[in-house]
């Protein structure tokens, strides 16, 4: 399985990707500074700083996700290509679940690597320049870590969800706006109310990326290739 991700990650070139996550990174510590050191309307404290990071670290990840997905799988199936690799000796659900694995691994791996440098940066910042009242605590610290890996878990999920319009449609750009839809429908502020902050929605939307990804790795057993 390793040896099916390192080639699907040399056929496409994915290592190129990095130039992507550091502007996207970029992009966002730039709204960050803007927001939190240039803004006065409003207190910000640490726990608030750190949860507008991971908010916005996860959501523009999750569209990435989908950008990845259209290029992995639903692009192959488009140009019809998915049918040369489904010829060669291998099963056709080990070829998808690599796909789907690197997609998963890709999310995750940087939401945690974003929020956890980005965090750093605006720290960094404060420390000059005290905007952030308040001190970095151990139980803090701690409590950010299992948040912000807990929820690049769910977040890892939730992006695959777009592989179920995606796989209906065999359209990129479909994959691409369900991806900035399910976004965004987890980031919105409903008058204070915000679906991305309720754990309960967070897991059963993880839990939902994870089975439409499972039933499209089963299909493609069984199912012609049109």
Do not use: C, W
């Amino acid at each position: 399985m390793l040896k099916l991700i390192s080639l699907e990650m040399r056929k496409y070139k994915l290592a190129g990707l990095l130039k992507g996550v550091l502007i996207t990174n970029l992009a966002i510590l730039a709204f960050m500074i803007l927001l939190v050191f240039f803004d006065q309307t409003e207190f910000i404290t640490y726990p608030e700083v750190f949860e507008a990071l991971n908010l916005f670290v996860r959501s523009s990840f999750i569209v990435y996700a989908s950008v990845l997905l259209g290029r992995l799988v639903i692009d192959e199936y488009k140009n019809q290509t998915i049918k040369l690799l489904f010829t060669y000796p291998i099963s056709r659900m080990n070829l998808m679940y690599a796909k789907l694995m690197i997609v998963f691994l890709f999310t995750m791996i940087n939401i945690i690597v974003s929020v956890a440098a980005l965090g750093a940066i605006l720290v960094g910042i404060n420390g000059f320049v005290n905007e952030i009242p308040g001190e970095i605590t151990r139980s803090l610290l701690i409590s950010m870590v299992l948040h912000t890996a807990t929820s690049a878990v769910y977040a890892a999920g939730i992006a695959l969800i777009p592989l179920f319009v995606g796989m209906r449609k065999k359209s990129v750009p479909a994959t691409i706006v369900s991806g900035v839809l399910v976004s965004a429908i987890i980031s919105s502020d409903f008058g204070g109310f915000r679906l991305g902050n309720y754990s309960f929605v967070s897991v059963s939307l993880g839990l939902l990326g994870i089975a439409i990804a499972y039933q499209s790795i089963r299909r493609v057993e069984r199912d012609d290739i049109d």
